[in-house]
């Protein structure tokens, strides 16, 4: 029906640009909801660091800034 519809008039133009990219990107939108693997972890990580990036604006040594995250990593792990 999708596909069917993409060559019909009376569709606007932004949607089937919309269409098309998603029917281009079919087999990867499939792996990414059909696969048990995420990011998730990898993000939150991320975002830890960015928010102790932030919070800890003005330490003189990036030593204390890597042993301060260290540090966060090693207890979130442990609490969970």
């Known amino acids: 029906m999708i ?3 993409q ?7 932004s949607f089937r640009d ?3 990219f998603l029917l ?4 990867s ?5 059909s ?3 995420n990011n998730g972890f990898v ?10 990036k932030h919070s800890a604006f003005g330490y ?6 890597f042993a301060r995250t260290y540090w966060m990593q090693t207890t979130a792990i442990h609490s969970i």
């Open 43 to 52: 993000e939150g990580t991320n975002n830890k660091i960015k928010l102790l």
């Open 3 to 5: 596909r069917e519809s």
């Open 18 to 20: 919309k269409l098309a």
């Open 29 to 33: 939108i499939h792996l990414a909801l």
């Open 60 to 65: 003189r040594k990036h030593e204390h800034l």
């Open 24 to 27: 281009k990107k079919e087999e």
């Open 35 to 37: 696969l048990p693997y």
């Open 7 to 13: 060559n019909s008039d009376i569709l606007y133009q």
